[in-house]
Structures are given as C-alpha cells and as structure tokens.
C-alpha cells in the first residue's frame, strides 16, 4: 500500500511540474496572439495551400517519447488574410456579386455594411477569388499576408500528446488507489490536466478554422455619385429580425404585464423572461433563446409576402445564411412558414428559426435560436413549441372585429 500511495504522490508531483509547464507555455501563446505573429506581406497569394488541413502528425518514438518531425518535410500551415480596396461604378450591385461569389466557392460571409463586405473563402480558393475581384473593377491597393502556423501547430500537438499519456496515468492510479486523501489529490490534478487538455483542443480547433478559411476583407469606393447605395425595408420590425441573435442583452427579464401576445406551449426546460401584450421572450439554461411578437399587417400582406421580405432582412441585414424554407401547419390546422438558417458569431455556429404566421391583421413572428449542437438536441421540442401557438382557432375566427 506504501509503495502504491508513494508512486502516486511522485507522479502527481510530476505531473503538477508538467501542468505548470503546460500553462506557462499555454499563456505565452495567447500572449504572442495578442501580440501578433510577424507575418509575411506578399504582393499575391503562393500556391502553399495544404490540401488536408489536418493537424501535425507527430511520430512517437519506441521509448514513448514524442519525435518532432524537421517542419520543412511537412506541408506547410498557412493562415491568409487580405484587404482589397476596389473602385467600382456601382457599390451596391458588387456587394450583391462579391456576396454571391462566395457563396459559390462555398464560403460565407464575415460581416457587411454599405461600403465593405467581409467573407471566408475556403483555403484553396483563395487566389482565384482574389483575382475576381479584379474584374469588378479597378484594385488601387491591396495587402496580402500570409501567416506560417506550423511551427505553433506542431507544438500545442506535442503538449497535447504528453498531457493526454499524463491524464491516463492519473487515470489508472485514480482505479487502484484506495485512500480518500490520495484519491482527492488524483482527482484534482485529472481535472486540471483535462482543463488544459481541452483549452489545447480550442487552439487547434480555432486555427485549423483559419487555415481552412481565409479572411477577404473588400473595401468598396466609387467615382460616380451613388443616388441609393443600399435600398432600406421601410419596415422597421422586419429590419430588426435576427438582430438580437448577437445581442442577447435585448432578452433581459422583466414583469409580467396584461395578457400574452399569444397562448403556446413553453418548451421544456425552458424560463420565461417576460410576457405581454406585445412580445414574449424565453430561454435555456445552455443558451436557447426565443422570443415571439406580434405585428400589424396590412393590405395585400398575405404569408408569401412576409416570407420573402423577411428572407430577404434575414440575408442581407443579419447576415445569415438562409437553409430552408417550408409551408408547415400549427396544431390548430392554420398555415405557417418556417424559415432556417444559421450563422457564425466568433467562430461558433448558430443554427435559428423564424416561424411567420398571418392571420387577419396580424402577422406573427416566433423566433428561436442558440449553438448548433444544444439547437439540434432540441429541435424536437421547439418544433412542438411552434406547433402549439394557439392561433387560428374558432373562437379566434368568430371574435375577430374585422368579420363584424
């Protein structure tokens, strides 16, 4: 027993050595980050792209012991960002193509404002798209930089490959030691070596993203005097739907008051924030948030009006990339249109819902979002939520003032 608990304390000695080490090396990475590594200006883009843009394999000797491979044997890891300044005739119509060239090479778009567009390319598409851009118009400058990560991939995988073989031992002492005091010690170092283990993870995680991605940011200026640069939805609510998937403080708790915007069944595990007469909000503990309004419709205002003008706020103001579009049916028999998309909001996808519902003079709108992989462990229980809106009834029909 003596010998068991001896073993254990001088590998949690040593690994708490090994766990400051990882640290300190951790830190001064987010520190050159912050910094920023000396990246390389080039007049354009190397054809360096590495087809894979898997992380660095690293061999392991018949010690157990990690090898670093020589890096110039190894394709290299490169992150490209530009900025394109382009002068066009018209900066509304080449927002609209730049935005629907990307989409083509399978990227997305960043962010977008009435003079500048932002996308992610995919890595190996990134030259070709750069020189389209010179068919919109004339280029008065540019700045290409390429960034070589190689060297930082190869050595988070190295701290990586140890921590995970000093988790294991921590593992397999955690299954033999029978003393609570050895074993709570045991417990707190698995636990401090698993937080640095997945911190790593996030790194590789973030910068596989950015190898496989390159940044383009396209900056739009014009001789010719531009008479309507981006054409603005005259209605307000409808410019404003989305937004508050980056805003969340828009969802904060506040009383009750008056009677509900509409009757529906709350999904599970879900809190009311606030319910009124003109909007109700809600959210989950991992980060789901919804919320449900009701608008004034007007003449002519039928459901495929709504759908499109929506869609169209929905892609062009908040930036997001539409999925699907369907016609579906409440529990009460009345049409519905239910619109999907998602989003990426600091390297983190988003999935949404809208369901859009006209029913006499007012236009219904529940919508519903959070990160994708919570999003998808629910979406059962939202679909049945959205189904449930007490909208269309007979008594809602028979009451109405616009029969009588």
């Not at 990227?107 to 851009?133: E, H």
């Not at 059962?380 to 029909?397: L, P, V």
Request: one cysteine or more; a positive charge; charged letters at 25%.
């Amino acid at each position: 027993m003596s010998i068991i608990k001896s073993t254990a304390l001088t590998i949690i000695g040593i690994g708490i050595l090994l766990l400051n080490s990882s640290c300190h090396s951790l830190n001064d990475s987010f520190a050159w980050d912050r910094v920023g590594v000396p990246s390389e200006s080039i007049s354009e883009s190397p054809n360096v792209f590495n087809d894979s843009n898997e992380p660095i394999i690293i061999a392991e000797g018949k010690d157990g012991t990690s090898i670093n491979r020589p890096a110039e044997k190894l394709a290299r890891q490169m992150i490209f960002n530009a900025d394109i300044y382009l002068l066009v005739d018209s900066i509304s119509s080449t927002l609209d193509i730049i935005l629907a060239e990307s989409e083509k090479a399978k990227g997305y778009m960043q962010s977008m404002d009435s003079r500048n567009i932002v996308v992610r390319i995919p890595a190996d598409k990134f030259k070709g798209f750069i020189l389209q851009l010179g068919i919109l118009g004339k280029i008065t400058d540019k700045n290409i930089r390429g960034q070589d990560v190689t060297d930082k991939m190869m050595d988070i995988n190295i701290r990586l490959d140890n921590s995970e073989k000093l988790r294991k031992r921590y593992a397999q002492l955690l299954e033999k030691g029978d003393k609570v005091e050895d074993m709570l010690k045991i417990e707190k170092a698995l636990g401090e070596i698993t937080e640095t283990i997945e911190r790593m993870k996030g790194q590789i995680r973030l910068l596989k993203n950015r190898i496989a991605f390159s940044t383009v940011k396209v900056h739009l200026n014009s001789s010719l005097p531009q008479k309507d640069i981006r054409t603005e939805i005259p209605i307000r609510w409808v410019r404003d739907i989305g937004s508050s998937i980056a805003n969340t403080k828009k969802y904060s708790h506040t009383s009750y008051g008056g009677s509900e915007v509409v009757g529906f069944k709350l999904p599970e595990a879900f809190m009311k924030l606030s319910g009124n007469s003109y909007k109700t909000t809600a959210m989950s503990p991992l980060g789901i948030y919804l919320g449900i309004t009701e608008e004034d419709n007007y003449e002519g205002g039928s459901l495929k009006f709504w759908t499109k003008l929506i869609t169209n706020s929905l892609e062009k103001k908040s930036a997001m990339i539409v999925k699907s579009n369907n016609e579906l049916k409440l529990d009460t028999g009345w049409k519905f249109q239910l619109i999907t998309a998602e989003k990426i909001i600091r390297n983190q996808k988003y999935s949404y819902y809208l369901a859009v519902v006209v029913f006499l003079d007012s236009v219904y709108c529940y919508e519903i979002w959070g990160p994708e992989k919570e999003f998808n462990n629910n979406r059962e229980n939202i679909i049945r939520s959205i189904k449930s809106m007490q909208i269309g009834t007979f008594w809602d029909i028979f009451f109405s003032p616009s029969l009588w």
